[in-house]
Nanobody, 127 residues
Framework: QVQLVESGGGLVQAGGSLRLSCAAS????????MGWFRQGPEKEREFVAT????????GYADSVKGRFTISRDNAKNTVYLQMNSLKPEGTAVYYC????????????????????WGQGTQVTVSS
């Protein structure tokens, strides 16, 4: 059974930092792109960051570019999201996702391109 388990969420003041982790189990995703999405209160799920299987290519939403960094450790089957300079509008449930397709050159950015999802971790940024 494939599982993606996020951790590292919590309450932080505006300007602070958090590091999210997503540990995969049940199969290896070392050949697959992985991504982070978020869903705020009464909002649709939105793209945050994505990374190719090798980590050589990443992509970010304009709203987080320069503040967030996605990375991965294939040996640990884990992807990370370092979030700096957090803003109150970043309050959301953050979801990790994995792509079924192997060896993509360009990492996907839309929810429909990801096949496996975690349960999410809450991030609350206070002003």
């Amino acid at each position: 059974q494939v599982q993606l388990v996020e951790s590292g969420g919590g309450l932080v003041q505006a300007g602070g930092s958090l590091r999210l982790s997503c540990a995969a189990s049940g199969r290896s995703f070392s050949r697959n792109s992985m991504g982070w999405f978020r869903q705020g209160p009464e909002k649709e799920r939105e793209f945050v960051a994505t990374i190719t299987w090798s980590g050589s290519s990443t992509g970010y939403a304009d709203s987080v570019k320069g503040r967030f960094t996605i990375s991965r450790d294939n040996a640990k089957n884990t992807v990370y999201l370092q979030m700096n300079s957090l803003k109150p509008e970043g309050t959301a449930v953050y979801y990790c996702a994995a792509d079924r397709v192997a060896f993509r050159v360009v990492a996907p950015r839309t929810p429909r391109e990801f096949d496996y999802w975690g349960q999410g971790t809450q991030v609350t940024v206070s002003s």
